[in-house]
């Protein structure tokens, strides 16, 4: 995924090209995120979900968009606290922290990466799995697990594996 | 009031119009289009009157919103497109529209409606996926889809039931929220709706909306209390609103007749203008009219209220004065009476609920659920059959729609044989419909759960089975839905589940069952964790229910309701006349087995300890062959449904038991708790994700529907019968469904319905136990064969209708899981009574391990 001067410069030039363009540098940029969702999948799925979720919101008005007025703190960690991280949406802007932070409206407790991808993602049975066997477990507003669920498959459709 | 003067009951000779048959066929043809309109509508109403910024919002708040909506919604006269599926999506198709009432309840032909305010923000994540999705698919186009994610759904992130529910919740509110959200344990539909109810509709059939606001009018110039003269006045706005939308859809046919060429057509249109102009505001005058007043009073009342169980109550009653009127004075044939309410029964099942995937994987192929109640006696106990009864009966056969869902009342002592005959008959016609009622079993119900016997007569079926009295029975009945294996596992693993493991105390410690030296000792505890468990699920509904008093009172259908008017309070507030909150209990008959297999082997044989058969259930009787044999082998361990007096008294402890837990309970409207006995597809669902049971029920597998005994116990129908029918009513007040599946025979029709009519005889009859018979009782009459066929061939069975235990629902539309419970419902012969052997059909895919 892009360093963030890359990403900040080039979400600056971003600015000015049309948004299939925008599109296609979000797609350009995002590998490691396409390898995710396709099947080779590791324990970074999280961080590199959100980090090319921060990305797209970078360097694609269209996708901004979506997060327009949005302010919420979001809390993702396994049960034994080995990953962790944090999404703060602000003011239309995303920012990923590598911990968990200590102030949320949404936490998702989760058991792997399989887990999280599953029920993120997935259209498949096993998304109800997650919950019933206990792989998934949410604390707070349910109504960001939803909007989050729509941001991270607005995303795989740009990204053309959605 | 003996009021038949057809000739010929079945009306056999009474076919669909070709307009209509091709309408329906347009129906068939439709995939459900989500509709943005309202949750637009709703949410740009909302934020101009800052409603988002209130803490408590009150009646007036929301007559005046839906005014505005009812205002300014699409006035659809008729509709001209539809989406049907194709193999590469969805493929826009044209249709002529015919039907005489215009309006619907979305503005597309087969709408999914948005109720952002609960459980709508649900589709969000699947807003690019849901027109592809394998589980019945809605079609959303992409501007639709960027209007519910920018316009709409952002702004009831804060404001939707659930989430008011949990901010403003205590801890333990929220402690109970989680055992809500493990979704092993009950289910309380509050979240979603309350909706499960009969409004009073004979009002404003009789004398029009515009006297209704006069009343209101005159009553909010009396009343001395704020919050009555509010109620009053939100009363006028709702109507008000109704008012203009007829007249919108008036002007609207005008228009449309204006430019209209062919001249059948125009002058159709030119008679929708003037209806329109006339009711609701005015008293109906003509069937049509009174159809049509009910029609969008309906409308009105889904704008409002999310579409899950509201029912129509006894619309046979209603019109009856109408239909006589206009028939005695040759202004309507017979015919034409069963054409409209063919056109009726499409406009009622224009609309399919919302539910997002992981729901359908769970409790798919459900549809709105809106009952339709016939015959019966009147509030006086007098045969209140009618023609129009036989011309609804027609109606439904002729249309085969899941929506309406049609149950028909019958009293063994008041009612002739023809009519029970009729009844038999309509089902053998439609394989699935109606569900028959018993009027003696369900009026004693209702009398022992508060009605008087007047009201208790006058009951209507709301949503799959539960009776209420019609129009002033505020029952929400299907408030909860409870698991109750999941009491059992709490008892035999001592407050533990094994879905969450050892370490976790759930609920409360009963002791370890290894050290219980009675049978008395191990049904106390059960009984200590059922109590528990229905205590929780009963503080949730009334918490929720707390939420919905702050922020969703319901004008439209309190203004269209007995007992609002005269208390000056709407209901959400306790203004009906009678109040109540049902539960409907999921493996009633897993349980009863579960208990008489414990008291036989454990306790009675010593074949087996405690720690045995939790050894076996964990390893899901692998490695436990024999018992598994020995337990599913009705001859050798009792089953409830085999006429055994231990299986049957273990049944009827339990109905009794819960009826007790609940006794006392009063709701946040001042109703009580009433628990009742049919499952929707619930008993798939929570079978699905259910360990083995002691009955040798496999993990994953199927509970038994509503309150059927288990399939494959009951080798004869007539034991099946006896089993159920002496079963207590008094303890099952919020109703039962009792499944059967018979096999449609080849041979003479007479002696099959001969057959099938005293079968059900026999099951109503009353007993030297149970005066008053068996309850209810759904049929469906279609072979395995055709059902396995069905998998195999969706295509080929698209329009098949099966009764799943309550509504009606077509088979495709079914997740595998709930096929394939109904394939393997025990399948009995009319002609022998005896049951059909079957082969079993492989889980479906994604079922639950132990």
Known sequence: ?162 | MSAITLGDLSLKNIKLSPPLAALREAYFRAAPEVCPERPALVTKYSLEAGLFQRDRITSLDKARLYRKVLENRQPVVWHTRARQRTRDGMEEFSFQDTSPFAGSTTARFKGVPIYPEFLGLGLWPELWTISKRKANPYYLAEADAKTLNFDVFPHWMQHNITELARSRGSDQDRQRMRLLQMLLFFIASKPNCISHTIPDFSRAVREGLRRVIEDAQARHAQAGDPAAKEFYQAVVEVLEGIITYARRLAEAAASISARETDPVRKTALEEIARIYRRVPEQPAESFREGLTTIWLCWVAIHLENPDAGLSLGRLDQILYDLYRRDIDAGRLTVEQAVELLGYLWLKIGDHVPAVPNAGEQLFGGTGSNQAITVGGVDEEGRDAVNDLTYVMLRATELMMLRDPNLNARYHPEVHSDAYLRRLCEANLNTGATPALHNDRAVIQALTASGHTLAQARDYGVVGCVEPGSNGRMYSHSGALLVNLPAALELALFNGRHRRFGMDRLISIETGDPSSFATFAQFREAFRQQAVWLLDQAIATNDWLGRIHQQSYPTPVLSALFEGPMEKGRDLIDGGALLNASGIAIIGMADVADSLTAIETLVYQEGRINFAGLRDALRNDFKGHEPLLTRLRDPQRTPRFGNDHPQADASATWLLRTLDEAVQGRRNYRGGNYRVGYWTMTNHAGFGRLMGATPNGRKAGENFSSGITPNSGVTPFLTSALRSVAELPPECVTNGMAFNLKFTPEDGERGRVLDNFVAAVKGYFDATTMQPAGGMEIQFNVTSHRDFLEAVQDPSRYDQLLVRVSGYTAYFKDLNPQMQKEIIERTEYRLSTGEAVSYRAVPLAKGAAHG
């Open chain 1, 1 to 162: 995924m892009a360093s963030a001067i890359t990403k900040s410069t080039v979400g600056l030039v971003s600015r000015v090209l049309p948004n299939r363009a925008q599109d296609w540098l979000v797609r350009s940029f995002s590998q490691p995120l396409v390898s995710q969702l396709t099947g080779k999948l590791t324990d970074q799925f999280l961080e590199v979900l959100l980090g090319g979720m921060s990305l797209a919101f970078t360097f694609s008005r269209d996708y901004r968009r979506n997060i327009e007025g949005f302010s919420a703190t979001y809390v993702y960690t396994t049960r034994d606290g080995s990953v962790a991280c944090s999404a703060v949406f602000d003011r239309g802007k995303m920012r990923m922290r590598r911990e968990a932070l200590p102030s949320w409206q949404t936490r998702v407790v989760f058991r792997d990466a399989g887990a999280l991808r599953s029920f993120m993602l997935s259209d498949e049975p096993d998304s109800l799995e997650s919950i019933l066997a206990d792989n998934v477990e949410v604390d707070g507003n349910l109504s960001n697990v939803y909007r989050m669920g729509f941001l991270a498959r607005d995303l795989s459709r740009r990204l053309g594996v959605g």
